[in-house]
C-alpha cells in the first residue's frame, strides 16, 4: 500500500516538472497607454500575464474571429491573465484606449 501511494506521488511529481515549459508565462506591462510589446510569440498552452503599471485602468480583450474573450477593468497596479490554448493569430486591444494594439501569434 505504501509503496503505490509513493509510486503516485512520483507520477504527479514527474507530470509537474513535465509540465514547466508548457505553462510558460510571458509578461506584457502596460504603462503610457501602451503595450510595452507590439507583437509576441507563444506556445499554446501559454500564459500572457498583463501588468497594469498605469495610473488608469485598461480593459483587455479579443475579438478576433473564433477567439473572443475578455479580461474585464484591470485597475492600475493589478494584472490579468490569459492561457492563449488555441494557435492562431489574435489581436489583443484595450476596449478603453483603442490605440493600444497587441499581437499574439500562438503556435
Ligand atoms: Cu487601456
Known amino acids: 500500500m505504501k509503496t503505490k501511494i509513493l ?3 512520483m507520477a504527479t511529481l514527474f507530470v509537474v ?3 514547466a515549459p508548457v505553462t ?3 509578461v506584457i506591462n502596460q504603462k503610457a497607454k501602451k503595450f510595452d ?3 509576441i510569440e507563444i506556445k499554446k498552452g ?19 474571429a473564433g477567439y473572443k474573450f475578455d479580461l474585464g477593468v484591470s485597475k492600475p497596479g493589478t ?8 494557435a492562431g ?10 490605440k493600444m494594439k497587441l499581437t499574439v501569434k500562438v503556435n
Do not use: Q
Open 24 to 26: 510558460a508565462e510571458v
Open 7 to 9: 509510486a503516485c506521488a
Open 89 to 98: 493569430k489574435f489581436k489583443v486591444r484595450c476596449a478603453i484606449h483603442p
Open 79 to 86: 494584472t490579468a491573465s490569459k492561457v492563449f490554448d488555441k
Open 17 to 19: 516538472a513535465g509540465a
Open 46 to 64: 501559454e500564459t500572457v500575464k498583463f501588468v497594469n503599471s498605469d495610473s488608469i485602468s485598461h480593459n483587455i480583450h479579443s475579438r478576433s
Open 37 to 39: 510589446k507590439k507583437k
